[in-house]
C-alpha cells in the first residue's frame, strides 16, 4: 500500500522569506501524481500544486514550486516571498495513475506559521 | 469557492443516533469522494462514487453507508454513532475518475458526538 509522510508536523517562517515543507511517498508504481494541499483556518482543502510523475520538470505556480525527485521518492514545497496568508496546514498527497480507486492519499500534514 | 457545497457545517448529537451529510458537487462533476478527518488518523479516504454507481471503497466502518443520486449529489449515513465518530467530514468531486481529474473539497462538516 501507498503511504505518504511529512517529517515535519511544524514549521515557521517569516514573512518575505522562503520555506520548503518536505514530503517523501512509497509506491511500488512507476506513474502516480502527487499534490499539495492547503488547508486554512477556515477549514477548506485547496489545491496547491500538482506533479505528474512521468514529467521530470518541476512544477510551478505562482509562488510555489516542488521539487521532484522520483528516485529517492521525495516531493518537497518550495513557498517564497512567504506571505501573513500562506499560514495554514500543509498535506502532501499521493494518487495512483491508473485502475479504478482514484483516492487521494495523504500525509499527516505540516502546520505553517507566518511570522510578521 | 470550489464550486463543492456540504450540508451542514457543523452538526451535534449524541451516541447511538444517525446523522446524514450532503454533498452537491460542483456542476457536470460525476465523481463524488467521501474522506474523513480526524485529530488521530488524519485524513482518510472513505468512499467514492462515479456516475451513481461505487467505484472504490476505504476505511469505511459498516455502520456508515454512502449514495450519489441519479442528481449526481451524495449523502453519507453515519448511524449508531461513537464519540470516536466525531470529526470533519470532506466531500470532493472531480469530473471523472481519472487520476488527472483534479478533485475540488467541499467546506466540510463538523460531526460533533456527545
Known amino acids: 500500500a501507498q503511504t505518504v509522510t511529512q517529517s515535519q508536523p511544524e514549521m515557521s517562517v517569516q514573512e518575505a522569506e522562503t520555506v520548503t515543507l518536505s514530503c517523501t511517498y512509497d509506491?511500488?508504481?512507476?506513474?502516480?501524481?502527487l499534490f499539495w494541499y492547503k488547508q486554512p483556518p477556515s477549514r477548506q482543502m485547496i489545491l496547491v500544486i500538482r506533479?505528474?510523475?512521468?514529467?521530470?520538470q518541476n512544477a510551478t505556480e505562482n509562488r510555489f514550486s516542488v521539487n521532484f525527485q522520483k528516485a529517492a521518492k521525495s516531493f518537497s514545497l518550495k513557498i517564497s516571498d512567504s506571505q501573513l496568508g500562506d499560514a495554514a496546514m500543509y498535506f502532501c498527497?499521493?494518487?495512483?495513475?491508473?485502475?479504478?480507486?482514484?483516492?487521494?492519499?495523504f500525509g499527516k500534514g505540516t502546520k505553517l506559521s507566518v511570522k510578521p | 469557492d470550489s464550486g463543492v457545497t456540504q450540508t451542514p457545517k457543523h452538526l451535534i448529537t449524541a451516541t447511538g443516533q444517525r446523522v446524514t451529510l450532503r454533498c452537491s458537487p460542483r456542476?457536470?462533476?460525476?465523481?463524488v469522494y467521501w474522506y474523513q478527518q480526524s485529530l488521530d488518523q488524519g485524513l482518510q479516504f472513505l468512499i467514492q462514487?462515479?456516475?451513481?454507481?461505487?467505484?472504490a471503497k476505504g476505511n469505511i466502518l459498516e455502520r456508515f453507508s454512502a449514495q450519489q443520486f441519479p442528481d449526481l449529489h451524495s449523502e453519507l449515513n453515519l448511524s449508531s454513532l461513537e464519540l470516536g465518530d466525531s470529526a470533519l467530514y470532506f466531500c470532493?468531486?472531480?469530473?471523472?475518475?481519472?487520476?488527472?481529474?483534479?478533485?475540488?473539497f467541499g467546506a466540510g462538516t463538523r460531526l460533533s458526538v456527545l
Open positions: 456542476s457536470g462533476d460525476l465523481s
Open positions: 509506491t511500488s508504481e512507476s506513474d502516480y501524481y
Open positions: 498527497a499521493y494518487r495512483n495513475y491508473g485502475g479504478s480507486q482514484g483516492n487521494l492519499i
Open positions: 506533479q505528474e510523475a512521468y514529467k521530470q
Open positions: 470532493a468531486s472531480s469530473s471523472g475518475g481519472l487520476a488527472k481529474n483534479i478533485q475540488y
Open positions: 462514487y462515479y456516475n451513481g454507481e461505487e467505484r
